[in-house]
């Protein structure tokens, strides 16, 4: 395997992208049935990647989703064998492939998360004097506050999609409490001519969470095909 | 008061950013061979998701304002 992929795009507005790969690498470009797959060759695969050639992906996969417009980023590291495999890739799938990128043509992603800023845990309730009792109260408190916090986090993440407002938020994926310290972990799908106007609107202060705003990037959120 | 508000824009200059990002680049994406024979060095535990967003915060706060001792998980 010597091909390390990094998106498909439409082939149209493929021509003439000059890109290096990773490592300075020769960056290919595979044209099949109106795509175009990206990808580093190398002449022999590396034993490892690292985090440099992570973020190096990242970097390539913006630049061409930026100058084309859509894109398609491949989940990193996707190796495939050759040139032909890609071909036979992209002929096996095309319709789900070109289905995908009408959907993020001129959209980009932006990621928004909040951060409980304190913990959930209520102290045990004074006088319960047997252990017992005292575990009790204690679960009871701990369902009650978990509830407490899916509900908040819900209405956080409701308030985030009333903010882009329905003109601009094309598609959105949601995580209510995915751990105990993260309320809520948001991908939005927006107009890539808005998104800087939706992440400014975005920005604000809430009492019990610190929110974080990223992107615009590809979207890696929003390629998943079946 | 410390500011409760971080907004993120360049993934190099952050560690929660990059993790962020990783997150997004190890676990989504399109899948087209479902193959990956190939281990990313040092991201390793970034792959474990939304739960490492925590460290980095941890340590955002750490570089940029001093904590309360509240914030710190348990």
Redesign the interface.
């Given at each position: 395997?010597n091909l390390l992929?990094h998106a498909?795009t439409p082939l149209d507005a493929a021509a003439d992208t000059p890109l290096a790969g990773l490592r300075e690498q020769p960056l290919v470009r595979v044209d099949e049935q109106g795509l175009a797959a990206w990808a580093t060759e190398f002449r022999e695969?590396?034993?490892?990647?690292?985090?440099t050639?992570?973020?190096s992906?990242?970097d390539l996969v913006t630049r061409l989703d930026e100058r084309l417009d859509a894109s398609?980023?491949?989940?990193?590291?996707?190796?495939?064998a050759d040139v032909e495999s890609v071909r036979r890739?992209i002929r096996s799938?095309r319709t789900d492939?070109a289905t995908?990128l009408d959907r993020v043509r001129g959209r980009t992603?932006l990621?928004v998360?909040a951060?409980w800023?304190?913990?959930d845990?209520a102290p045990p309730a004074p006088g319960v004097a047997t252990p017992g009792k005292r575990y009790l109260l204690e679960r009871r408190q701990a369902f009650a506050g978990s509830d407490r916090r899916r509900q908040r986090a819900g209405e956080l993440a409701d308030e985030v999609e009333r903010l882009v407002g329905p003109e601009d938020l094309i598609e959105a994926r949601r995580?209510v409490c995915?751990?105990?310290?993260?309320a809520m972990?948001m991908?939005l799908l927006v107009p890539r001519v808005r998104a800087a106007e939706v992440?400014a609107r975005l920005?604000?202060?809430?009492p019990d969470?610190?929110?974080?705003?990223?992107?615009p990037?590809p979207p890696?959120?929003f390629?998943?095909?079946g | 008061m410390p500011d409760k508000f971080a907004s993120l824009s360049a993934p190099s200059s952050d560690e929660l950013s990059l993790l962020e990002l990783a997150d997004r680049l190890l676990n989504r994406g399109v899948v087209l061979t479902g193959e990956a024979t190939i281990s990313v060095a040092g991201v390793d535990l970034i792959y474990l998701g939304l739960n490492v967003v925590l460290t980095a915060v941890e340590n955002l706060r750490g570089t940029r304002e001093p904590a309360p001792a509240r914030d710190h998980p348990a």
């Open positions: 395997m992929l498909i695969a590396p034993d490892q990647l690292t985090r050639d992570l973020l992906h990242h398609l980023p491949a989940r990193f590291p996707t190796w495939v890739i799938r492939l995908s992603e990621s998360t951060v800023l304190t913990d845990d995580q995915p751990s105990k310290t993260v972990s991908a992440k920005a604000r202060v809430e969470v610190r929110i974080l705003l990223n992107g990037w890696y959120s390629v998943a095909i | -």
